[in-house]
């Protein structure tokens, strides 16, 4: 079985490379692109399957050897290091080719927003947002900010090929909390708040049709703190949604149109994840529908400043790092994540 798989892996890959190679799919931008994608997400599996390949020979060399000269200890070593080097790899190979969530390589759009707590609520909302955003400097990602303002942050993150910015931050959808002794107390006691995080992969016009009909677009001057004015003309949209009640407001440019684009981008983002939620719920018979639903009621992370550490509940994952996290050191919790996803979807495969 697994020998099979290898060799369907190095064949794609091999038709793959040859693809690329080839004048006139260089020539077509969309096969190029299309072939570079598979390329990329194959290679993985590839590199996997050369080493199996390469481990499969030493075990079948060890194995000829022993039958000449079966008292041979370090043969015998061999042979079994070998062995255990061949089931490590085709679990890995399996894990490479369990099928990919079709939004990983998006765009995201991100809203922070502050949970229980009042005071220290807003605040952890925002380191949120430094911690996020220097995780995705970090890792090559842009960001640009939509709209900053009262203790809510939304922003978008572009993905840098071949890293898909949803596959990296859908981990981060969720209910944060901290436990921490807010600098307002003066007797020292242990506050905890709370912040959500939604992470929204990026709707293109094809993923969502909008009929220009079912919204009501208002326009208004935007304005500051306290209520006052910033602008002297209309330049601040809100976008209403009829038909799903979703409204999103944008002022942060001076432009009106910009405001209306920036709106649009984030209303096409919301309804596309509300389009996603109903077809996991219709499909929660599923295990495979379980995998990174990250329903936002849901407890992900605990921050706790007196121990200085973060556990991750979904995977039970407990690490003493809590200063580098802040700054954005989120690598091993992202990839032990990452592992758990791939896990769970290849038992959904096995049970389909």
Request: no cysteine; charged share 35%; net charge negative.
């Amino acid at each position: 079985m697994i020998d099979d798989l290898v060799s369907q892996v190095q064949t794609r890959f091999d038709e793959l490379e040859s693809e690329l190679s080839d004048p006139e799919v260089i020539g077509d931008r969309e096969r190029f692109a299309v072939a570079s994608r598979a390329y990329r997400e194959l290679e993985p599996a590839a590199r996997l399957a050369g080493e199996y390949r390469r481990a499969a020979d030493d075990v079948a060399g060890a194995r000829e050897l022993l039958a000449e000269d079966g008292e041979d200890p370090e043969l015998r070593a061999l042979l079994d290091t070998s062995l255990a080097r061949l089931g490590s790899l085709e679990e890995d190979i399996r894990l490479a080719m369990v099928e990919r969530d079709p939004n990983d390589d998006k765009n995201v759009i991100v809203e922070i927003r502050p949970g229980a707590g009042g005071d220290e609520a807003a605040l952890w909302a925002a380191d949120l947002y430094r911690m996020l955003t220097r995780y995705a400097e970090r890792r090559g990602f842009k960001v640009e900010p939509l709209a900053i303002g009262d203790g809510d942050y939304t922003f978008e993150i572009k993905s840098r090929p071949p890293y898909g910015a949803y596959s990296v931050f859908k981990f981060e959808g969720g209910t944060h909390r901290v436990q921490r002794v807010p600098e307002t107390e003066s007797q020292g006691r242990i506050h905890t708040s709370t912040a959500t995080v939604a992470v929204l992969p990026e709707a293109e016009d094809v993923d969502v049709q909008i009929d220009d009909n079912d919204l009501q677009i208002d326009v208004y001057r935007s304005s500051g703190p306290g209520g006052q004015s910033v602008n002297t003309t209309d330049s601040a949209v809100r976008i209403t949604h009829r038909p799903s009640g979703v409204v999103v407001s944008m002022q942060d440019e001076k432009s009106q149109l910009q405001n209306r684009e920036r709106a649009m981008k984030v209303l096409r983002a919301r309804l596309y994840e509300r389009a996603l939620a109903e077809q996991r719920a219709q499909t929660a018979a599923s295990r495979l529908a379980q995998v990174g639903t990250g329903e936002r009621a849901e407890k992900i992370r605990t921050y706790n400043y007196g121990e200085r550490r973060v556990k991750d509940h979904r995977i039970n994952l407990l690490v003493h790092n809590l200063d580098g996290i802040l700054l954005g050191e989120l690598h091993e919790l992202t990839d032990a994540l990452q592992d758990d996803e791939k896990r769970r979807r290849l038992e959904a495969q096995a049970v389909g």
